[in-house]
T-cell receptor
Framework: EAGVVQSPRYKIIEKKQPVAFWCNPI?????LYWYLQNLGQGPELLIR????????DSQLPKDRFSAERLKGVDSTLKIQPAELGDSAVYLC???????????????FGEGSRLTVL | GENVEQHPSTLSVQEGDSAVIKCTYS??????FPWYKQELGKRPQLIID?????GEKKDQRIAVTLNKTAKHFSLHITETQPEDSAVYFC??????????FGTGTRLTIIP
């Protein structure tokens, strides 16, 4: 069974340019997460989806970041315009939850490493 | 807000010795505590987890202990091997369904 798939793995852009990351979760996983991981730090949640609904986007910088999961399957995270401080690894994860509080294993993708010049 | 503190940030142990990593959390309502291992350039992967209704869980060379009163939990790795070298993250699930990660511990096993 395929794991969480992310693309691109690496992206180098100049500041003020837009960038988009794509994630395809494990089949059947209704919960999808986007995490930001800075070098030497733990993952920080940006947004969590339950099916197509964003149920926690309190940490998403909405002035420049946006995300969507239109059909409740794959998801896209966009940054426009990118800033130098956005250089990081963007991790996507999915889990299978039964509708109650999240206590299930997160399966992470390989991540998309963004470098903003 | 929710907070998970993890110590130490780096740890070097001789092969065959034990390694212990400790985390504290802020929300007494937290009920789920997983540990993830991230090898260099790879994705984080779950290695063990514990729920608030038990005090200890063991899986071969890895064990996790939980002290709910003190609000801390620890990862114990015995008989360490070179492949244990990685960054380890603890996490705690808080009442608002958010999983918050610690800052990580870089473990190096010295052959």
């Amino acid at each position: 069974e395929a794991g969480v798939v992310q693309s691109p793995r690496y992206k180098i852009i100049e500041k003020k340019q837009p960038v988009a990351f794509w994630c395809n979760p494990i089949s059947g996983h209704n919960t999808l997460y986007w995490y930001l991981q800075n070098l030497g730090q733990g993952p920080e949640l940006l947004i969590r989806y339950e099916n197509e609904e964003a149920v926690d986007d309190s940490q998403l910088p909405k002035d420049r970041f946006s995300a969507e999961r239109l059909k409740g399957v794959d998801s896209t995270l966009k940054i426009q315009p990118a800033e130098l401080g956005d250089s990081a690894v963007y991790l996507c994860a999915s889990s299978q939850t039964s509708g109650g509080p999240h206590t299930g294993e997160l399966f992470f993708g390989e991540g998309s490493r963004l470098t903003v010049l | 807000g929710e907070n998970v503190e993890q110590h130490p940030s780096t740890l070097s142990v001789q092969e065959g010795d034990s390694a212990v990593i400790k985390c504290t959390y802020s929300d007494s309502a937290s009920n789920y505590f997983p540990w993830y291992k991230q090898e260099l350039g790879k994705r984080p992967q779950l290695i063990i987890d514990i729920r608030s209704n038990v005090g200890e869980k063991k899986d071969q060379r890895i064990a996790v202990t939980l002290n709910k009163t003190a609000k801390h939990f620890s990862l114990h790795i015995t008989e360490t091997q070179p492949e244990d070298s990685a960054v380890y993250f603890c996490a705690a699930h808080f009442g608002n369904e958010k999983l918050t990660f610690g800052t990580g511990t870089r473990l190096t096993i010295i052959p």
